[in-house]
């Protein structure tokens, strides 16, 4: 028996990714690294390991807290995995919430109802 389980498995088994087959998409794009190394989707996770996973814009940093290859109910995670992001990386969360309207590229369409209301809201039309 192995010490370890399948990353993507485990990235699927505590809710990181959706479905199995996007946490081995981002395996393969390099947005999973552990231990300084871009890894591939076969790869073992074993108990202590930090797993850095890159979702835009932020880089999670997870470490692995217990192993398993069946997915598991969202109260059950933290049996899993501690969550080891620095606060700066979700300090990018907050902003991009508080700037959610100003995101559109220049000239790519008319803003909607509520862009509209803040737009004069903020400039006390």
């Not at 996770?45 to 997915?71: A, M, Q, S």
């Not at 700066?88 to 008319?110: A, H, V």
């Not at 109802?113 to 400039?123: A, G, H, V």
Request: glycine fraction near 6%.
């Amino acid at each position: 028996m192995t010490s370890g389980v399948r990353i993507d498995k485990w990235l699927w088994a505590v809710r990181i990714y959706k479905t199995r087959s996007i946490a081995t998409d981002a395996c393969r794009k390099g947005h999973v690294v552990v231990s300084d190394v871009e890894v591939k989707p076969s790869r073992e996770v074993r108990i202590g390991d930090i797993i850095e996973v890159k979702k835009n814009p932020v880089v999670y940093h997870f470490r692995v807290v217990g192993l398993t290859e069946n997915r598991v109910g969202a109260k059950l995670v933290p049996g899993y995995l501690e969550d080891v992001t620095p606060a700066e990386n979700l300090k990018i969360l907050e902003m991009k919430k508080y700037m959610q309207w100003s995101d559109r590229d220049k000239g790519t369409g008319r803003p909607t109802k509520k862009e509209r209301r803040d737009i004069d809201d903020f400039l006390d039309y």
